[in-house]
């Protein structure tokens, strides 16, 4: 990473997914000292996103619907009086934050995956992010894979997280789902999955 591409963060205070709002230019820049290259935040926004979707999965889903079975998980969860799966609940995370306007830093998440149940939602997959998600999952020891790439004339970090099996609820949704395709593996705990992608802006 070109250290001379580095972004000032001024207030980009990443809590529960969404920035937090109505923190002044001055007060920000009080909070933070110095600047952090986008790698570095994309790192900081993936340890939020990450024990999120850890703590829902395994507190929420595991524990309500697969321990003591008080109430199901379901895609539908609005009709059927249920849980939203853990990956509903981080793509309705991405969603409101792409709806928070003068975001300091303008940067962007989703949940990708080489065997999608969500084929809209692999509509977004660049050629970069199936690089990314390819080396993942021939590399499950790997901590990320960064790159970069212009979308729309401008030039974003990006890094591509593993999203790997924590919990039984994340691996039996995807086995047991009935848009699973037979050429789609079966998942284990541990298995990655899909990868989380940041894309963080230069300047």
């Known amino acids: 990473m070109n250290t001379k591409k580095r972004i000032a963060l001024t207030g980009a205070i990443v809590v529960a997914g969404v920035v937090a709002p109505s923190c002044s230019k001055t007060e920000t820049a009080t909070a933070t000292s110095g600047g952090f290259t986008p790698e570095q935040m994309a ?16 507190q929420v889903v595991t524990r309500l619907v697969n321990k003591e079975e008080v109430i199901k998980a ?9 849980l939203p799966l853990p990956a509903q ?7 409101e934050v792409d709806l928070v306007e003068g975001k300091a830093v303008d940067f962007s998440y989703s949940l990708q995956s080489l065997w999608p149940l969500n084929k809209e ?23 990320k894979w960064t790159g970069e790439e212009e979308i729309a004339g401008q030039k974003y970090f990006i890094g591509v997280y593993p999203d790997k099996a924590v919990a039984e ?4 949704c995807h086995n047991n789902h009935p848009d699973k395709e037979d050429s789609f593996p079966e998942f ?5 999955m899909g990868g989380v992608v940041i894309r963080i802006p230069f300047e």
């Not at 969860?77 to 249920?82: I, L, S």
């Not at 609820?169 to 039996?172: P, V, Y």
């Open 74 to 82: 379901h895609e539908n969860f609005m009709d059927e009086k249920a």
């Open 43 to 58: 790192d900081t926004v993936y340890t939020v996103l990450a024990a999120d979707r850890k703590v829902y999965a395994k």
């Open 169 to 172: 609820a994340c691996f039996l």
């Open 121 to 143: 939602n692999a509509k977004k997959q660049t050629d970069k992010v199936q690089e990314g998600l390819k080396y993942l999952v021939d590399n499950p020891e790997s901590k």
């Open 89 to 95: 609940v981080f793509r309705m995370g991405a969603e």
């Open 188 to 192: 284990k705990m541990g298995d990655v």
